[in-house]
């Protein structure tokens, strides 16, 4: 398959999931708000959390970096943030711009995704442009975020029942799951502070239930675990357990058989290579609970993991078409 | 009201009811002819029951199936961009209207075979450019008018591609004047589009008006993609195995972008850009997530002055370096072959009935429009003087561009349109202005008014000429107004070619299929189920 297109179904995949947990994590933080903390601080995964996370990303190609979503976080409150991540077109981390991105990919790859892919992408994108954000701010934007999870649903349903499963179905997976792990990893490193996270205390309590409503695990997590939230059971649910399929644990395996499949020599691939150790250092780290040190140094350490897991899977599959591009 | 939906078009003929019969109820436009209904209003025999069936759904039901036409075009991205009032590009629709163009199957079949003739008429020409010139020699065509053409490539002379195929895709515009002759009005061997939205215009109308379809046998034309592939692969290069074959489009900004990715989805093949392509020694490749893999057939959607910067435009940044070398060595099919411009030159078109003679030792079955070459004397003298009646084209421009009509014109237009003849008499041509014939298209309220049309069919030339039958209908949808282009207010129809069970496509001709009958199955006991939902009802 095509190099070129082979970078445009993943970056698809990322963009689409970037859309889904941003407006689950808004979702979230709007919950928050309202809500209030049970204990006497403050949400760290609220406005400024949130803009965090989603600021601090690298840029996706084809998306225009702008002064206004870069700028520092301690200024913004709850319009500012939904604004500039909702329904903002100008703002390149909102909601509205990455789909629109994803349908920009969509439009090229129409050849490649199935005619009901294109179509479910194509009204995702029509359908959010008819919102008004001040008239769904005041009553709540949770018609707009719950729109976006059914669409990201329904295009994902429809890869797997209309896609022929083949390598471009293997990149557009790919992608996803690396967006999957990357976001649950930035929103985990948020929450969890160094040091004392793992005495489990009424404050953190809070913060783990929010954690677990941006990324829209709270039930999964009773039925799972079937402890009280607190941080560190909520930040191990997220990172080790391989049963919920949000998890970082659950996101890497289903990337590491995406380019098993993908590739014609998983064996010498690096990035499918260093998967694996990662995969099973979190299973080792899983089963030996006290020997893996702070959570949130293990956080750290799969997150850079993942980067260079990101800069591989560039180069062993993208960078020849960039090498065109230069060329150009 | 029961009576007169049954046979509305007689009731109207019978009284002298004041309210016009929105269907039928319009008066064609003098000197032309409409295909659907008679001079004097009633349907023509073909399309009887087509009208009558429009009768019977009534305005209502159009203008309602005009809203669920926009809605899914919006939805499935089949739009194409126009500039608003304020300058800001927007996507609209693509404008199908709801009723069909009807073709009677003894019809059709002169459409196809005159335009088979013409094609390889017009491929037999282009292999003769580029090599012997024998019609040259033989006084036909003057070797100076063939080397002027712009679109005459020196870097493919003496090159015979594979089967000794140029022409692969062609598309004719064929338009049907008073008379009700047919006429080719261009040609087009260089990459004609618009088969995208004849599949696309049959899919919808199967899906917005399905009643239409009751009572007609409409010949199919969903296997162009087939066609299409098989001929492409037919002129690949010997090589092991399947060949490879793409389609190279300029990229996703282009205006006909749908149409390339559509060709690509259909046949399953890859949709490649110029970055994509690479040459070494003098073997065309293309950059794929495993290394380099070989390319066989390019099925190019771009025009020859910009594939390759060695050889044609240096500043071409769509070219992939080399290709024609590769070309050359034959180790590359490309389709449409280089330099098949020469052959569909506005200039050119008035030699292809006498090419017919010359290489087929046939006579056309489809005419030419009446054309004036300007540069000879007494030809541009007489259309001169008749400015105001006749149509004068640039030779080398094609979507309608500096197009000018004489009976449009006013006085200082013709006046400018004298003085660039006089000044240049090869860079146009004069053409007899010809009446197209129209059909009763919607207007906007469910009425049906007349409205102009051309017609393009689209031919396959691999191991033999294949024409999908009917084409693409393309309907002026402002009133009297004949320029029929999407970029200048015009629509399309879904063309309808009749089947009698006469017609038969690929010479030879596919007998009929003997009905089918579904093997015996293992008894399903439906009794079974009833059972236990009686026995769980008790």
Redesign the interface.
Request: aromatic share 12%; glycine share 4%.
């Given at each position: 398959?095509?190099?070129?297109?082979?970078q445009e179904l993943f970056w698809l995949g990322r963009d689409l999931t970037r859309a889904e947990h941003t407006a689950r994590m808004l979702d979230g933080a709007f919950h928050a708000d309202v809500a209030g903390a049970p204990g006497e601080r403050g949400i760290a995964l609220s406005w400024e959390g949130v803009l965090a996370i989603i600021g601090a990303k690298p840029p996706a190609p084809g998306e225009q970096a702008t002064e206004s979503a870069r700028a520092p976080a301690a200024a913004f409150g709850r319009a500012e943030v939904a604004r500039l991540l909702t329904l903002d077109t100008a703002s390149p981390a909102s909601v509205v711009s990455c789909v629109a991105r994803a349908r920009e990919r969509g439009?090229?790859l129409?050849?490649?995704i199935s005619?009901e892919m294109?179509?479910a992408l194509?009204?995702f994108y029509?359908s959010l442009g008819r919102y008004d954000l001040q008239a769904a701010l005041v009553t709540g934007p949770y018609s707009v975020y719950q729109e976006v999870k059914e669409r990201c649903a329904l295009f994902w349903g429809l890869a797997e029942r209309t896609m022929l499963r083949d390598?471009g179905r293997s990149?557009l997976e790919a992608g996803g799951r690396l967006e999957e792990a990357d976001m649950v990893l930035r929103m985990l490193r948020v929450a969890v502070p160094y040091g004392d996270g793992d005495t489990g205390d009424a404050g953190h309590e809070g913060e783990a239930l929010a954690v677990l409503h941006a990324v829209g695990g709270l039930h999964a997590y009773r039925r799972g675990v079937r402890y009280a939230p607190t941080l560190p059971l909520v930040g191990r649910f997220l990172l080790y357990d391989s049963a919920y399929p949000a998890s970082v644990a659950f996101a890497v395996d289903a990337l590491r058989a995406a380019l098993t499949n993908?590739d014609?020599q998983p064996q010498s691939s690096p990035p499918v290579l260093r998967l694996g150790r990662l995969i099973a250092d979190l299973e080792l780290q899983r089963r030996t609970l006290d020997g893996a040190g702070p959570l949130a140094e293990t956080l750290e350490r799969v997150q850079e993991e993942l980067e260079h897991i990101d800069r591989d899977i560039g180069d062993r599959?993208?960078a020849?078409?960039a090498?065109?591009?230069v060329h150009? | 009201m029961a009576q007169r939906a049954r046979n509305g078009y007689t009731y109207m003929l019978m009284t002298t009811d004041t309210s016009p019969d929105p269907i039928t109820g319009y008066a064609v436009p003098d000197g032309c002819r409409d295909e659907l209904l008679d001079a004097d209003g009633s349907p023509r025999p073909h399309a009887a029951e087509l009208i009558a069936t429009l009768q019977r759904l009534g305005p209502e039901a159009l203008t309602a199936a005009g809203r669920r036409r926009d809605t899914i075009f919006?939805?499935?991205?089949i739009t194409f961009e126009v500039a608003g009032s304020d300058g800001a590009r927007r996507d609209r629709p693509f404008p199908l209207d709801l009723v069909p163009r009807v073709l009677p199957a003894g019809e059709w079949t002169t459409i196809k075979r005159g335009l088979a003739q013409r094609i390889r008429a017009l491929n037999a020409f282009v292999d003769d450019v580029y090599h012997a010139h024998e019609i040259v020699r033989a006084g036909i065509v003057p070797w100076s008018l063939i080397v002027s053409r712009p679109s005459f490539a020196r870097p493919v002379h003496g090159i015979r591609p594979p089967g000794g195929v140029y022409c692969h895709v062609s598309g004719c515009d064929l338009v049907r004047g008073g008379d009700g002759r047919w006429r080719v009005l261009e040609d087009n061997v260089r990459t004609p589009s618009g088969i995208s939205y004849v599949l696309e215009n049959r899919l919808a109308m199967t899906r917005l008006m399905p009643e239409l379809f009751a009572g007609h046998r409409v010949r199919a034309v969903e296997n162009y993609p087939t066609l299409l592939l098989e001929s492409l692969q037919a002129v690949a290069p010997a090589g092991d195995g399947t060949p490879t074959v793409v389609?190279w489009t300029p990229g996703?900004l282009n205006a006909a972008?749908?149409e390339h990715?559509?060709l690509?989805?259909q046949m399953g093949v890859?949709?490649?850009?110029?970055?994509?392509l690479?040459v070494r020694d003098a073997v065309c490749y293309?950059?794929?997530?495993?290394?380099l893999q070989r390319v066989h057939t390019i099925y190019r959607r771009l025009d020859d002055d910009f594939i390759d910067p060695l050889e044609f435009r240096a500043d071409s940044?769509l070219g992939v370096p080399g290709l024609v070398r590769a070309y050359r060595a034959g180790t590359v099919a490309i389709a449409n072959a280089i330099g098949t411009g020469v052959a569909d030159d506005k200039a050119v078109y008035h030699y292809v009935p006498e090419m017919i003679r010359f290489y087929l030792k046939e006579e056309p079955i489809l005419d030419n429009v009446q054309t004036y070459l300007l540069t000879d004397e007494k030809q541009r003298r007489h259309v001169l003087e008749r400015l105001d009646e006749v149509v004068v084209k640039p030779t080398s421009e094609s979507g309608g561009k500096g197009v000018f009509i004489g009976p449009h014109a006013s006085a200082a237009e013709r006046q400018r349109q004298a003085e660039l003849i006089e000044g240049d008499p090869e860079r146009f041509i004069a053409q007899e202005l010809v009446h197209l014939s129209t059909v009763p298209t919607e207007t906007g309220d469910g009425r049906l008014a007349p409205r102009h049309v051309d017609l393009r069919p689209f031919a396959v030339f691999g191991d033999e000429i294949r024409i999908v039958p009917g084409g693409l209908t393309r309907v002026a949808l402002r009133e009297g107004s004949m320029i029929v282009n999407s970029s200048q207010g015009g629509g399309s129809k879904d063309t309808w070619v009749l089947d009698d069970g006469t017609a038969m496509d690929g010479g030879g001709g596919t007998p009929r299929i003997p009905v089918h009958r579904p093997p015996r199955l293992p008894d399903i006991r439906y009794g079974g189920w009833h059972g236990q939902e009686q026995q769980q009802q008790q």
């Open positions: 398959m095509l190099a070129r297109i082979a439009r090229t129409r050849d490649v005619i294109w179509e194509n009204s029509l390598e990149f993908a014609a599959y993208f020849i078409a090498l065109a591009a150009l | 919006m939805q499935q991205g389609v996703s972008y749908f990715a559509f690509a989805r890859e949709l490649v850009e110029a970055s994509d690479v293309m950059r794929t997530t495993a290394g940044l």
